[in-house]
């Protein structure tokens, strides 16, 4: 008997996931707050959205088992301190950098897997992880750039990663019994005040002139880009999620290409060939997990 394959509502998910969240950045950019007050806005102007669509079925949505409340916890402190160091990364290092260390999760999350799973990548799996590493340093080699200068951005990029492997490391047990726009919605509770002390105390501009930037970032990252993502974490292993990271640097790329008239060169294009063979490569089965 044939194994089952991947759900393609799941593999569009995490595609549309990484293709709004890669606006993110152009947004902090954009946005005439400080870096983590501009996190914290991503936050509470999602949030209303986020708690009606929650319970517009099931009032009772909202109310978790008790065995969730530090999964939620954790996955949203996570969240808010990941959002908070990548967005002040942005702006101390090139977008270039900023894509590649906050996007650590693409190696962390699923070494995770494997590691949860107590078993070693089949042959398949070990190419597809090839040739995402191939692809991803096509994709950011040729306009990442390490030097003293960017070394704080740098690690405050890094540590953003991990901390979004810890994000999804506790939203995917999460999900294995809640559903996904109220997992968002719990998770994003958690992190909204944090997010708002940090930048108070870090004396950073909280109430911005123009808030088109940071309404964009709310509904395209926090609400389309975060929502899908949580919506993919219940259906997909971490192998495919953490593969489809990768994407971001192409969109990334793009959006400057069509913002900056920075052009793709054919190494970029390459990387997104190596790339998407890969999230094919590993999406075409289902992982023995599931």
């Given at each position: 008997m044939?194994?089952p394959?991947?759900?393609?509502?799941a593999?569009?998910?995490?595609?549309?996931a990484?293709?709004?969240?890669?606006?993110?950045p152009?947004?902090?950019?954009?946005?005439?707050?400080?870096?983590?007050?501009?996190?914290?806005?991503r936050?509470?102007?999602?949030?209303?959205?986020?708690?009606?669509?929650a319970?517009?079925g099931d009032?009772?949505?909202?109310?978790?088992?008790?065995?969730?409340l530090l999964?939620?916890?954790?996955?949203?402190?996570?969240?808010?301190?990941?959002?908070?160091?990548?967005?002040?990364?942005i702006?101390?290092?090139t977008?270039?950098?900023?894509?590649?260390f906050?996007?650590?999760?693409?190696?962390i999350?699923p070494?995770y897997?494997?590691i949860?799973m107590?078993?070693?990548?089949?042959?398949?799996?070990g190419?597809?992880?090839?040739?995402a590493?191939?692809?991803?340093?096509?994709?950011?080699g040729?306009?990442?750039?390490?030097?003293?200068?960017?070394?704080?951005?740098?690690?405050?990029?890094l540590?953003?990663?991990?901390?979004?492997a810890?994000?999804?490391?506790?939203?995917r047990?999460?999900?294995?019994?809640?559903?996904?726009?109220?997992?968002?919605?719990l998770?994003?509770?958690?992190?909204?005040?944090?997010l708002l002390?940090l930048?108070?105390?870090l004396?950073e501009?909280?109430?911005?002139?123009?808030?088109?930037?940071?309404?964009?970032?709310?509904?395209?990252?926090?609400?389309?880009?975060?929502?899908l993502?949580?919506?993919?974490?219940?259906?997909?292993?971490?192998?495919?999620?953490?593969?489809a990271?990768?994407?971001?640097?192409?969109?990334?790329?793009?959006?400057?290409w069509?913002?900056y008239?920075?052009?793709?060169?054919?190494?970029?294009?390459?990387?997104?060939?190596?790339?998407?063979?890969?999230?094919?490569?590993?999406s075409?089965?289902?992982s023995?997990?599931?």
């Amino acid at each position: 008997m044939p194994t089952p394959r991947t759900p393609r509502r799941a593999i569009v998910a995490v595609l549309g996931a990484n293709i709004a969240l890669a606006f993110g950045p152009w947004f902090v950019r954009m946005a005439d707050t400080g870096p983590v007050a501009a996190g914290f806005w991503r936050i509470a102007l999602a949030l209303p959205v986020l708690l009606i669509v929650a319970t517009w079925g099931d009032r009772r949505a909202l109310v978790p088992k008790r065995a969730l409340l530090l999964p939620l916890l954790i996955g949203g402190l996570a969240f808010a301190v990941d959002l908070g160091s990548w967005h002040i990364g942005i702006r101390r290092t090139t977008l270039a950098n900023a894509t590649l260390f906050g996007n650590c999760a693409v190696l962390i999350f699923p070494l995770y897997g494997f590691i949860a799973m107590r078993q070693w990548p089949t042959r398949a799996q070990g190419l597809a992880l090839l040739l995402a590493a191939i692809g991803g340093v096509l994709l950011l080699g040729r306009s990442a750039e390490l030097s003293s200068r960017h070394l704080a951005g740098d690690l405050f990029c890094l540590l953003a990663g991990v901390l979004y492997a810890v994000y999804f490391i506790a939203m995917r047990g999460v999900r294995r019994t809640m559903a996904p726009l109220p997992a968002l919605a719990l998770s994003s509770v958690a992190g909204v005040l944090p997010l708002l002390l940090l930048a108070i105390a870090l004396g950073e501009t909280i109430l911005p002139q123009q808030w088109g930037p940071l309404f964009a970032l709310a509904m395209v990252s926090q609400i389309a880009g975060q929502g899908l993502m949580i919506y993919a974490l219940g259906h997909l292993s971490p192998l495919v999620v953490g593969l489809a990271l990768l994407l971001q640097p192409l969109v990334g790329a793009t959006i400057g290409w069509l913002a900056y008239g920075e052009r793709l060169g054919p190494m970029d294009a390459a990387g997104a060939v190596l790339v998407a063979a890969a999230l094919v490569i590993v999406s075409a089965r289902r992982s023995p997990e599931r």
